[in-house]
């Protein structure tokens, strides 16, 4: 294997490492947004399910609201059949107590769907954190290698620990 020749600027061992620091810290950001995007995605899939779960509520609702509203007219009618009546309206009531027991059921799917989504966006807003200081960490570090300053460099490092830290707790959310 032949000898890769560096150009002048790059034979420094501190901008070496400040290279090799910046490329260790692109590669966690790109995981960390990858993380974020994955979550996002996740929240606005989520967040439309529970979106056409209330549609689904407000149907049942206006559905049972119509089933009760007919059980109290036939049971206020005086048909010539009121025996007849009477069943009708207690085949509406049955509808009337069917549709609160499905509402029951559908609000409860929606509001998990809506915990889902709160558990999704905090993912989103924790990675978002996390590539925000990385980001700063890699500008940090890129201004050490201008100026030829460590202790720029080591803030860089420092703030590149803390957004990873900020990274992990996304991960492990």
Known sequence: MA???????ANSPFERVVALTIAMLAV???FVDNT???????????????SNKWAYFQSKSLKENLAETSAILLG???AADPAKAQAKAEEMQKE????E???KEIMAEAKALEKEVEYAMSIDDRADQASLLL????VICSIAILVKW???????????????????SAFMM
């Open 3 to 9: 000898d890769v020749e560096l150009p002048e600027e």
């Open 28 to 30: 966690v950001l790109s």
């Open 36 to 50: 974020g995007d994955n979550a996002k995605t996740d929240g606005i899939v989520k967040t439309n399910h529970a």
């Open 76 to 78: 206020n009618l005086n």
């Open 96 to 99: 009337v107590t069917r549709y």
């Open 101 to 103: 027991s499905e509402k």
């Open 135 to 138: 980001q700063i960490s890699i």
């Open 150 to 168: 460590r202790a720029i460099f080591y803030v860089g490092v420092v703030v590149g620990i803390a957004g990873t830290a900020v990274a992990v």
